[in-house]
Structures are given as structure tokens and as C-alpha cells.
């Protein structure tokens, strides 16, 4: 993870135990999953009003063969990514997600709310429906940010190639 904040870091029983621990003292988890190629202001407001829906905020990074956005795609490598965004002193923990789907994260943090974007509120995907089911089947619910401050990475690299 870079010369970042190595603490927020967590594996997989890491996660299960960050879970655990927030629901025994009465906590409430969110978790925010994507790739986060380029690290943006829409992403910024998006951990904050995820924050605010719980005591304790999770980011799952995917991993770099799981972010297929293109050539050259991601821009970072997983340890600057997730480095990166446990810079943010509104993120609790960052976990680097070795598949290309949140669904084990999911399963061992137990998130009380799975937080995507409001472009997936606008078209949601049969992979977020199968997240969203896994995430109810354990206790959560699924909620979408509505950022006044939205950017997409691959449209804010396409703009400067073009």
C-alpha cells in the first residue's frame, strides 16, 4: 500500500473482524466498492455522504485485472489506488479486493448499507442486483448517493485525449 496509512489497511478476515466488532458495539458499516481508477472530487463527496449513513466506512478497491476501462486502464496500480483513498480522513478502512466482484467483501464485512453512485440508481446492472441480494440476505439494505459534484474517471481522461 505505498507509503500511505498501512493501519486502514484490511485483508479479508480483517474485514470479517472490522464486521463483527462494529455490530457487537452497536455500530453501523458502509461499504463502498469500485475500481477508483483516478481519485476525483465525485468520489471524495461520495465517501463523505457514505459516511454519513454509518459510524464506521469501508472501501473495497478492485483489483487491476478486474478494471477494464480500456487501454492503459487503470492508471494506478492497486497499492496507489487504495493508498490513495486511505489518505482520506473519512475513510475507516480500504481492503484491496482480489476479484473483480465485491461479493466476497461483502460476505465478510456484512455492511449494514452498500453505497454506489447515483449513476448505478439511474442503470442498475444485473451485477449490482446480485449485490444488492447478497447485501439484504445479510441484514443490509443498498443506498445511492445523490452527489451534487458527479465525474466519471474515463470521462475526465477522455476529455483530456481528445
Request: overall charge neutral; aromatic content about 4%; hydrophobic content about 45%.
Given at each position: 500500500?505505498?507509503a500511505?496509512?498501512?493501519?486502514?489497511?484490511?485483508?479479508?478476515?480483517?474485514l470479517?473482524g472490522v464486521?463483527?466488532?462494529a455490530?457487537?458495539s452497536g455500530?453501523?458499516?458502509?461499504?463502498c466498492?469500485g475500481?477508483?481508477d483516478?481519485?476525483?472530487?465525485?468520489h471524495?463527496?461520495?465517501?463523505?455522504r457514505?459516511?454519513?449513513?454509518a459510524?464506521?466506512l469501508v472501501?473495497?478497491?478492485?483489483a487491476?485485472?478486474a478494471?477494464?476501462k480500456?487501454?492503459g486502464r487503470?492508471?494506478y496500480?492497486?497499492?496507489?489506488?487504495?493508498?490513495l483513498?486511505a489518505?482520506?480522513?473519512?475513510?475507516?478502512h480500504v481492503?484491496a479486493a482480489e476479484?473483480?466482484?465485491p461479493?466476497?467483501?461483502?460476505e465478510?464485512?456484512?455492511?449494514?448499507?452498500?453505497?454506489?453512485?447515483?449513476?448505478y440508481a439511474?442503470?442498475p446492472c444485473?451485477?449490482?442486483?446480485?449485490?444488492?441480494?447478497?447485501?439484504?440476505?445479510?441484514?443490509?439494505r443498498?443506498?445511492?448517493t445523490?452527489?451534487?459534484?458527479?465525474?466519471?474517471?474515463?470521462?475526465?481522461?477522455?476529455?483530456?485525449?481528445?
Amino acid at each position: 500500500m505505498g507509503a500511505y496509512r498501512r493501519d486502514k489497511a484490511v485483508d479479508l478476515a480483517g474485514l470479517e473482524g472490522v464486521g463483527a466488532r462494529a455490530r457487537a458495539s452497536g455500530l453501523r458499516t458502509a461499504l463502498c466498492h469500485g475500481c477508483f481508477d483516478l481519485l476525483h472530487v465525485g468520489h471524495v463527496h461520495h465517501f463523505h455522504r457514505a459516511a454519513a449513513l454509518a459510524d464506521v466506512l469501508v472501501v473495497s478497491v478492485s483489483a487491476d485485472a478486474a478494471c477494464v476501462k480500456g487501454p492503459g486502464r487503470p492508471l494506478y496500480g492497486i497499492a496507489d489506488r487504495t493508498g490513495l483513498i486511505a489518505a482520506l480522513e473519512v475513510v475507516d478502512h480500504v481492503h484491496a479486493a482480489e476479484d473483480s466482484s465485491p461479493m466476497r467483501v461483502i460476505e465478510a464485512l456484512r455492511p449494514d448499507v452498500y453505497v454506489k453512485g447515483p449513476d448505478y440508481a439511474r442503470n442498475p446492472c444485473v451485477r449490482l442486483r446480485a449485490e444488492t441480494a447478497l447485501v439484504e440476505r445479510l441484514g443490509g439494505r443498498t443506498a445511492f448517493t445523490d452527489e451534487d459534484v458527479t465525474a466519471s474517471s474515463t470521462a475526465l481522461l477522455r476529455r483530456l485525449h481528445a
